[in-house]
């Protein structure tokens, strides 16, 4: 049974930055993508960030664009997202993904809060 847990989130300024990390177990994760998710409150969730299997092929919300980098240690089963120049609006629940074989969403880790905020 695949399993994510995620960690890192927290409260941060404006500026600020955090990185955030999910932990995979039950699944063999150097074969499988990976992807931040975020929900805000009332807003649906979205795609933040995508990285392929091997970590060559990166995808970034335009909201998020140079100020995001998504990567991942496969020795580890770690990905992580790291976040630069945070912004209000970056305030969510950020989710790690992981893909099935055909790269479609299939697990989701418990979700861990980033507020920014002064």
């Known amino acids: 049974q695949v399993q994510l847990v995620e960690s890192g989130g927290g409260l941060v300024q404006p500026g600020g930055s955090l990185r955030l990390s999910c932990a995979a177990s039950?699944?063999?994760?150097?074969?499988?993508?990976m992807g931040w998710y975020r929900q805000a409150p009332g807003k649906q969730r979205e795609l933040v960030a995508r990285?392929?299997?091997?970590?060559?092929?990166?995808n970034y919300a335009d909201s998020v664009k140079g100020r995001f980098t998504i990567s991942r240690d496969n020795a580890k089963n770690t990905v992580y997202l790291q976040m630069n120049s945070l912004k209000p609006e970056d305030t969510a629940v950020y989710y790690c993904?992981?893909?099935?074989?055909?790269?479609?969403?299939?697990?989701w880790g418990q979700g861990t809060q980033v507020t920014v905020s002064s």
């Open positions: 993904n992981q893909e099935d074989s055909l790269r479609r969403p299939a697990y």
């Open positions: 039950g699944s063999i994760f150097s074969i499988f993508g």
């Open positions: 990285i392929s299997s091997g970590g060559a092929i990166t």
